[in-house]
């Protein structure tokens, strides 16, 4: 999974919503930190409660819906599902692995709830994050599910932690149903027309767009993930193609 420790100016995490923490080696942002992990990160770790009340942690794929909302896909016959049948509580750990001590990269830990869905635009963004869950996704035990956060912790290695509120993750989608409703028509013509501009923003490779919202677009390449994060919100195609076209631009050094 692609997370850049060091990421360039337009991707991978730079939003312009702050909190800053302070640590030994200055201030971070902190909400755009936990944003980059929640967009990018591929797979976590969901714990739920089992029906004597303990804990049981297991591993799950993830996406994200429009407005940052994480998208499980789940079978009736594992425990986990069935877990949250009788409780809905639970939480969600999301590390980003690198070299060298695992507790010096950033992870992000959300309590929620979870509620079973059936939305036509959750299926088709976690299965162009998930491709492989196209294997199974149809059997009739499969169902996704929708994590509504309720508290969110963010450790970003040593001596950068912070609490906030579930709602300094959430991606307003009001003004935004035009883009929402040409998520379609806008991933075909990134993906024909503007491959190589999602290529030098992102880095060499082949960069598919997987998703859009208001504050960015998702990026994958085989396994890898990545994200392009907006300087400011967008609510039509028009204003996602005037604002890559900014960044292009910044990236190039043209004015």
């Known amino acids: 999974m692609k997370n850049k420790l060091e990421p360039d100016s337009n991707v991978s995490g730079q939003n312009n919503q702050k909190q800053e923490v302070a640590s030994g080696s200055g201030a971070f942002d902190a909400v755009g930190e936990a944003k980059r992990l929640l967009r990018t990160i591929r797979a976590g770790a969901l714990a739920t409660l089992t029906e004597t009340g303990g804990p049981f942690a297991t591993l799950t794929q993830i996406a994200t819906h429009f407005d940052g909302a994480p998208l499980l896909l789940m079978s009736r016959l594992a425990a986990h599902r069935r877990n949250l049948e009788r409780d809905a509580r639970c939480s969600l750990l999301l590390a980003q692995g690198g070299r060298g001590d695992p507790l010096a990269h950033p992870r992000l830990t959300l309590e929620a709830r979870a509620e079973q869905i059936n939305d036509r635009t959750a299926r088709e963004r976690f299965l162009r994050r998930n491709p492989k869950a196209s294997l199974y996704v149809d059997f009739p035990d499969f169902s996704f599910w929708r994590l509504e ?15 906030f509120g579930p709602e300094a993750l959430t991606t307003p989608l009001a ?81």
């Open 175 to 255: 003004g935004a149903e035009a883009l929402i409703a040409d998520e379609e028509t806008i991933l075909t013509r990134l993906n024909s027309e503007r491959a190589a501009t999602l290529s030098r923003l992102a880095g060499n490779g082949a960069w598919r767009a997987s998703g859009v919202d208001p504050e960015g677009i998702d990026l994958a390449a085989g396994d890898l993930t990545d994200r392009i994060v907006f300087t400011k919100r967008v609510e039509t195609a028009d204003e996602l193609w005037a604002r890559l076209s900014e960044l292009e631009s910044a990236a190039t050094g043209h004015e």
């Open 149 to 163: 956060a309720t508290g969110v912790h963010l450790n970003g290695g040593f001596a950068r932690a912070a609490d």
